[in-house]
């Protein structure tokens, strides 16, 4: 229903080996998320977590509560990153529905709009984001009884 919230179960804590793994995974250069001597002479010091990484915990730490019986994302947008995220720190996250709205193309699928933000362990904001989806309604997923 629009106007509900959701604080999603789970946490997760980053690691320096998630930040490799997803920055070269991904093909990220920027020597920031990978080389400690390099980051140690920028104005954070240390490492920074590849926003990318960020966001992708955050989406999927919500799929419990908002988006299990989707199709598929439509779009995030928005997206603002207010505070860096380490290694170390511990991301959980929230969300609020926005706006639920029958699909004007398909008669089983449903939009929804939620508002996202994560958060790290001193509980400051870390990202935030609007995602848009398609959710399977009622009678009509893959698990529906024909």
């Known amino acids: 229903m629009v106007g ?25 250069t920027n020597p920031i998320h990978f080389d400690k001597v390099y980051a140690e002479r920028t104005a954070f010091k240390k490492p920074l977590v590849n926003s990318c990484l960020t966001l992708s915990l955050v989406t999927g730490q ?6 299990q019986n989707a199709l598929a994302n439509l779009a995030w947008t928005d997206i603002t990153l207010p505070h860096p995220v380490f290694e170390g720190d511990t991301i959980h996250s929230r969300s609020e529905v926005l706006s639920i709205r029958e699909s004007k193309t398909r008669h089983d699928v449903g939009i929804v709009e939620v508002k996202t933000e ?22 009509f997923g893959p698990d529906a009884v024909a």
Do not use: C
């Not at 919500?62 to 988006?67: C, F, K, N, Q």
């Open 4 to 28: 509900d919230r959701y604080r999603h179960p789970l946490g997760r804590s980053i690691t320096e080996t998630d930040n490799i793994w997803f920055t070269l995974l991904t093909q990220n």
């Open 62 to 67: 919500s799929v419990t509560d908002l988006s």
């Open 118 to 139: 994560g958060f790290n362990q001193d509980d400051v904001v870390v990202i935030a984001y609007k995602r848009t989806f398609m959710v399977y309604r009622r009678g």
